[in-house]
């Protein structure tokens, strides 16, 4: 026998296999990752798949069935609670598996036991921001209530059931491709998804950029660039509304002036914020201002535009339940939707509930910290990170009375000075149970169920709107809020005794509401919930206030509203923002200082029809020419030192030029002339026409083009999976605030008549699969602005056209 | 006449072990046919080569025509293939194809010990 070139086939053959089958830097293991039978290849669904099925599992209690129709959206039909909640889970696992695991990996802080030590500072911030400690918090309080435990491990349950179940060849593509395995779903998973929903809604801050304003600024100047009021203010509740005494007392500390609102230190860290555009609009409109007679309700959450998808639709019945709406693939129930009596809908509250304290601690071992004239004893929590082909990474992370020590030296990369220690106060560390919450109003038959409901929301604050088939509407500010005094918590807090802590929270029924109101419709689009002047509790000034403005106004207008009208007003364009802000443009332009294609994209603006259009070439030159306004005006001051800032917001800088042309921030301190506004408005024009002929020249120059939304996959570098140069218009300050990577995560439009007339649509489609028709089948549907009828299923319907598959559910 | 049987053993003993065992499944089976069936050394590479090379190509072409290419556009684009569907079929025939090739080669050379042994 010829044993060496026997041998030497043999090695290279089994060299073959060892080699495509394992990971090479970001090339995932070749050989799996292309076999017909186990790879990619098995997840390219055929586009006539059908999804019957007969399932049988032991932890259900009756039979059920789940019919889906065109869109794939499932209607499922369930004896009882905990079956229904059991193929809840069943089905966002087979649709949505990777993106709830990877979602909860995030929120824990996690991501670098699959993508690698890129992302350890990503990781030892979530640890840091005591996500761990939050969620763990959270479990607690849910499984103490009997109700959500049980809905909680239904849903737990049919998650695990689809992960034992499915082949390796099932495996959802992402896995392929980064090369790990799912684990097993817990209780503990569904307590972390809600804390990142929480960290994208309430873990917003500007603390330690803030302090560094005040430091340079001084408290006066830094109240006129970050006012916590506004001109222009037409809150969540009506201005006029007499709000009752605040029925707790706070006090102010003494040492306020000297050791919080005088210069303190300044620091260089630069926070990770969440997108602050996490916003979103919703109304809902009285039977006397409607066509029907009967209430619509709207909403559309603004979130980042991701595939999958952070939604996914579905109908869910059982006896005492039938609730269709938005689901949260990560958690059980119907988060934004409607049943046979009402309907409910959320904004984000956009209160600042996250803070920070400045420690000191007695060495640099920090075993000790000074609080309330004595040493108190760390407790230590040493947080393990695993990283992909390297090994652990161990944090150790001390907690105080106030929360976790965020940012030492460790941490920030030095940008916290020597024996500086910043610990985190943050509302959602506090225990609590959201999903009592949503359950409640999966099953509210009315006001007072609403009303019982949405008390368990306690972080992220929201703004609930309520409308009924009886013919209600209402809206909340309902949070767990702390009660502040002015400027408690805009600033890094000393951390040394208690005098600085949140002293007492705002009794639930002091949150601004309203019910059934004179003007026939209640509204909310993150603006200021009630009149600063008024509402007896401070409020701070994150609040944007032009959306809710010209909802207000078209409302005021409308009479006789169809689902129709909604649809045109959800999807509106037009530019409030720019109808106050442009006359100022106009009136300070030097025309005698423009040059010839400067004069023409000057006269483009003016005759400009206000709206932010796919084909207006005017949006593009006034967004441009406003940040360079913007920049002309305030660059100097901020960048006069190196430490992080931020911009003031763009009404701070409209309504001082509107109230006062010479706003002492015209002048650019860095030149002997004292410059005007119309200096500035020029200047700025003419920088601004840098960028626009170089638009214009690629031609990207009309709206749609220049702003180019896309939405992603959840790992950016996966272009492929995503779907880019979307044209829509819209954008930051219309309702249909559609921007470059974020916008109307989900639009929906419910009339409250008999039989519901409902609509939606959501930036996605139903699969997480990027090998399935259905993976974005609803992405082209909503840039253009259109809707799909929403499909109350009956019991009756089983023989409908609109049925494709059922999937049947046994014991 | 045995190079043709040798190939479609191979596709086929491939496709089962495919529904029990990993992907590299083919190895085993290509190496099982040339250990079974005589051709020379090099002919039995082939042999495998081509055997794997139509069964996962087929697999690949047949999958993605019910799919529309919905997925293989978009793989086509993460293995750089510039969104080549054809190239990434080919590609996916030919990683296969190679190690059921050297498997077949590495059999050859056993039939051989074995046929010298019973001589």
Redesign the interface.
Known sequence: ??VV??IV??V??IA??VC??RQWGTVPP???F???????????????ENFNASLIFPELHDKSTVYFDGRLVPHVFAENETDVYFIQGYLHAKFRLWQMEFQVMASAGRLSEVVGDKTINYDRRKRRLGMGYAAEKALQEMENDSTTKAECDAYTAGVNAYISNMKESELP?EYK?LNYKPEKWTNLKTAFFLKYMSLELAGGENDFEYTNAKNIFGLKDFELLYPSSQDSVDPIIPKGYVYPKPGVNIVTPSTVDSLYLAKTDSTDIVPANPDPANGSNNWAVGGKKTKSGRPILCNDPHLGLNLPSIWFEMQLTTPSMNVYGATFPGAPGVIIGFNDSCAFGVTNAERDVADFYEMKFKDETMKEYWFNGEWKTTDFRYDTIRVKGKPDVIDTIAYTVFGPVMYDRKFSENAAPKNKYYAFRWKAHDASNELKCFNGLDHAKNYYDYLNSIKNMHTPGQNFVFASKSGDIAIWDQGEFPAKWKHQGDFIMPGTDSSYMWQAMIPQDENPHIMNPERGFVSSANQFPADPAAYPYYLGGNYPPYRGFIINRFLNQMSSITAEDMMKLQTENFNVFAEMARPILIKYMNDSLLEEDEQRYFDTLKTWNLRNDVDEKGATIFEVTWDCLAKAIFSDELTKTKLPMVYPYESTLLEALLKDSSYKFVDNINTDKKETLRDDVTAAFKTAVITLRKADADGRLRWGKYKDTKVSHLVPT????SRQHLPIGGGTNCINAAKQTHGPSWRMIVELTDSTNAYGVYPGGQSGN????Y?DSFVDTWAAGKYFPLWVMGQGDVEDKRVKSKMVFGK | MKFIVSILLTALLS?VS??YL???GI?LAA?LVAVVVPLR?GISFIAGFAGVFL??GG??WW??T???S???Q??A??LPLGGSVVALIL??AF??A??AG??A??GS??R??VV?VEE
Request: zero cysteines; charged letters at 10%.
């Open positions: 026998m010829k070139p026997f086939s043999l290279i053959t073959l296999i495509l089958d070749i050989g799996r292309v076999s017909p039978q186990y790879g990619f290849w098995q997840n390219a669904e055929s586009v006539d593509i491709l996966l272009t492929a999976f990027p090998g399935s028709p993976y | 496709f495919g529904l990993p992907w590299w190895a190496f050394h069964l996962w697999l690949a999958i993605d019910a799919n529309n919905i997925l293989s978009k793989i684009q993460v590609v996916t990683v296969g190679l190690v050297f498997a080669l590495a050379y056993v051989k010990a010298e």
